[in-house]
């Protein structure tokens, strides 16, 4: 078995080396797939659906959500050869493939999680960090049709975070302007945890605070270099991901996104 390299600030390298199956209940048809560190996991392949501007959102906001006490599956920078791709007979799933070969994104396979439905009570700071959280990263899609949380070993886990940070889809023409982003406001009320916004925002200063410079460069140095694509005023991964920084930067210096109000 082919030991995984290990990256000290960005995500930990595995290889895949089998396909195991489709997973059809998202648009942009993630797959089950083993790797040679004998983990499981739930890939996402940047061929799909926007490119690689939703795997570097998955890793940003999976990072920040950590910083701020929430549970998210471990993430590995997952290596697809061209030669895996021959062996697969379905051939929108053999297509995906071909055009995903490099590096994409692992998240681990949570075995006998299921989702969360309401009936099992989030605790109440937990349910209001995770509100806050898709705030601040403005998040559409957390509603009751697509709750994108878990229940794994007695806690809740957030998942599926592509639709967040949606200010990079506009970069190809350039950065653009952090501030534009800072002050546009966040509607909570198709949200399903909504209820939660009197708490979210007695917890804003706390979780606030634990998002410093140092941790949002942290956050993104896990992102490769093979999704950081140039764009104009953003030559150069470096350049990218401090424009990244800058972003949510600017966005934790306003209070127009919070739930419940304006501050």
Same mark, same amino acid.
């Given at each position: 078995?082919?030991?995984?390299?290990?990256?000290?600030?960005?995500?930990?390298?595995?290889?895949?080396?089998?396909y195991v199956a489709p997973l059809r209940e998202g648009?942009?048809?993630?797959?089950?797939?083993?790797?040679?560190?004998?983990?499981?996991?739930?890939?996402?392949?940047?061929?799909?659906?926007?490119?690689?501007?939703?795997?570097? #959102?998955?890793?940003?906001?999976?990072?920040?959500?950590?910083?701020?006490?929430?549970?998210?599956?471990r993430q590995v920078a997952v290596d697809l050869t061209?030669?895996?791709?021959?062996?697969?007979?379905?051939?929108?799933?053999?297509?995906?493939?071909?055009?995903?070969?490099?590096?994409?994104?692992?998240?681990?396979?949570?075995?006998?999680?299921?989702?969360?439905?309401?009936?099992?009570?989030?605790?109440?700071?937990?349910?209001?960090?995770?509100?806050?959280?898709?705030?601040?990263?403005?998040?559409?899609?957390?509603?009751?049709?697509?709750?994108?949380?878990? @229940? @794994?070993?007695?806690?809740?886990?957030?998942?599926?975070?592509?639709?967040?940070?949606?200010?990079?889809?506009?970069?190809?023409?350039?950065?653009?302007?952090?501030?534009?982003?800072?002050?546009?406001?966040?509607?909570?009320?198709?949200?399903?945890?909504?209820?939660?916004?009197?708490?979210?925002?007695?917890?804003?200063?706390?979780?606030? #605070?634990?998002?410093?410079?140092?941790?949002?460069?942290?956050?993104?140095?896990?992102?490769?270099?093979?999704?950081?694509?140039?764009?104009?005023?953003?030559?150069?991964?470096?350049?990218?991901? #401090?424009?990244?920084?800058?972003?949510?930067?600017?966005?934790?210096?306003?209070?127009?996104?919070?739930?419940?109000?304006?501050?």
């Amino acid at each position: 078995m082919t030991q995984p390299s290990e990256d000290p600030d960005g995500l930990r390298t595995v290889v895949a080396t089998r396909y195991v199956a489709p997973l059809r209940e998202g648009g942009s048809l993630p797959g089950l797939m083993e790797a040679d560190d004998l983990g499981t996991y739930v890939v996402k392949y940047r061929g799909a659906g926007q490119g690689p501007r939703v795997l570097v #959102a998955e890793v940003v906001v999976a990072g920040i959500a950590e910083a701020i006490g929430l549970a998210t599956p471990r993430q590995v920078a997952v290596d697809l050869t061209r030669a895996l791709t021959r062996y697969e007979a379905d051939e929108e799933v053999q297509d995906l493939l071909r055009a995903s070969v490099g590096l994409n994104l692992g998240v681990d396979f949570l075995p006998g999680a299921f989702g969360y439905d309401g009936q099992a009570s989030a605790e109440p700071d937990v349910a209001a960090r995770v509100l806050w959280l898709d705030a601040l990263c403005a998040n559409v899609d957390r509603s009751w049709r697509n709750p994108n949380l878990l @229940w @794994w070993h007695r806690r809740l886990w957030v998942i599926d975070h592509g639709a967040a940070l949606y200010f990079h889809h506009s970069w190809p023409g350039g950065v653009g302007d952090p501030a534009r982003f800072a002050a546009q406001r966040w509607d909570a009320g198709d949200h399903l945890l909504a209820s939660s916004a009197g708490r979210a925002r007695e917890l804003d200063e706390e979780l606030g #605070a634990a998002l410093t410079d140092e941790v949002l460069e942290a956050v993104l140095a896990r992102v490769p270099d093979a999704w950081l694509d140039p764009v104009p005023g953003a030559e150069d991964p470096a350049a990218l991901r #401090a424009a990244y920084v800058a972003f949510l930067r600017a966005r934790l210096g306003t209070r127009q996104w919070l739930p419940g109000g304006d501050a």
